[in-house]
């Protein structure tokens, strides 16, 4: 069981990026997964999950409005389409099988800066 997540980088404010999370060794149409972020020095914090066997999402505040999660069940893969990216999102991003990040892949890092 992995997910490899990719697609960050650096961004100036107000940009945008798309993250991608590569699963292998199980379905991940099949269970609760999530977005979740750790930046320098905090705790990991949860941005987006999406329902097993469903398209129905939920958003953090932080993330509401700016966001998008989606996954393609065929290439077994999630999305975070990101917008209007501030300072603040600077972090590591990864995928999880939860909210609390429940074996998240190595992370992908996302950097906002001029």
């Known amino acids: 069981v992995q997910l490899v997540e990719s697609g960050g980088g650096l961004v100036q404010p107000g940009g945008s990026l798309r993250l991608s999370c590569v699963g292998s060794?199980?379905?991940?149409?099949?269970?609760?997964m999530c977005w979740v972020r750790q930046a320098p020095g905090n705790g990991l914090e949860w941005l987006s999950c999406?329902?097993?066997?469903?398209?129905?999402?939920i958003y953090s505040n932080s993330a509401k409005g700016r966001f998008t999660m989606s996954r393609d069940n065929e290439k077994n893969t999630l999305y975070l389409q990101m917008s209007s990216l501030q300072h603040g999102d600077t972090a590591v991003y990864y995928c999880?099988?939860?909210?609390?990040?429940?074996?998240r892949g190595q992370g992908t890092q996302v950097t906002v800066s001029e």
């Open positions: 999406m329902y097993s066997r469903s398209t129905t999402t």
């Open positions: 999880a099988q939860g909210a609390n990040g429940e074996g």
């Open positions: 060794g199980f379905d991940i149409s099949s269970k609760y």
